[in-house]
């Protein structure tokens, strides 16, 4: 079964901090994703990436940047945190670059700014 | 820009009804993907249709993608309470292998 995990379920952080959100799947798959999820607003896109080194930006990448420098790695970094980040974020991978292929989650990070 | 949209938002069933959420999107797609979010949980993968008029049936649910391979259903036939959570569809965004999804649909069932 693939497995992905993230660094934490909840987190709280003050505005202004630095936030590290960590991702690894252990399926050697190509692609990871990173969301935001907010209620009616369903998943939101951040940053993915489809190779190591690789990023490209997806619907909502304003305030946040990504980092993958090892295949089964991808982090979400806030650079400075504020209220309006306070989501649920989910990590997810999926196997191939030819097509977009299912996508496997993680079980999210709950973030909360004050 | 690309759009996937689902209707209804939430819908309320008493158990055993049969339930329908239904997918359009704005541009025509190469495959629509359908995943469950139940309360608490992460969005997991339920199945994919490729293929025109294709449907798919799992045990209760029944998916079906749409001729013009634009909008898609899941319908599920006498439901049950385990059936609760949110179902979301996606699609493959126009370019590379990110996935754009819809809004979702939550289902609430009562017995």
């Known amino acids: 079964d693939v497995k992905v995990t993230q660094s934490s379920r909840y987190l709280v952080k003050r505005t202004g901090e630095k936030v590290f959100l960590e991702c690894v799947q252990d399926?050697?798959?190509?692609?990871m994703f990173w969301y935001r999820q907010d209620p009616g607003l369903g998943l939101r896109l951040i940053y993915f990436?489809?190779?190591?080194?690789?990023?490209e930006k997806g619907d909502i990448p304003e305030g946040y940047s990504v980092s993958r420098e090892k295949k089964e790695r991808f982090s979400l970094i806030l650079e400075s945190a504020s209220t309006n980040q306070t989501s649920m974020y989910l990590c997810?991978?999926?196997?191939?670059?030819?097509?977009?292929?299912?996508?496997?989650f993680g079980p999210g990070t709950r973030l909360t700014v004050t | 820009g690309q759009q996937v949209m689902q209707i209804p938002q939430y819908q309320h069933v008493q158990e055993g009804e049969d339930f329908t959420t239904y997918c359009n999107s704005s541009?025509?797609?190469?495959?629509i993907q359908w995943y469950k979010q139940r309360p608490g949980g992460h969005p997991v993968f339920l199945i994919q249709?490729?293929?025109?008029?294709e449907v798919k049936k799992q045990k209760r649910l029944t998916f079906q993608f749409g001729e013009a391979k634009k909008n898609s259903s899941l319908h599920i036939t006498a439901t049950q309470t385990t059936d609760v959570g949110t179902y979301f569809c996606?699609?493959?965004?126009?370019?590379?292998?990110?996935?754009?999804f819809g809004k979702g649909t939550t289902l609430s069932v009562s017995s």
């Open positions: 990436s489809y190779d190591v080194k690789m990023k």
């Open positions: 541009t025509t797609l190469s495959n």
């Open positions: 249709l490729v293929k025109s008029g």
């Open positions: 997810a991978s999926s196997f191939t670059t030819a097509w977009a292929d299912e996508q496997y």
């Open positions: 996606a699609g493959p965004r126009q370019a590379g292998t990110a996935l754009i």
């Open positions: 399926m050697d798959h190509e692609n």
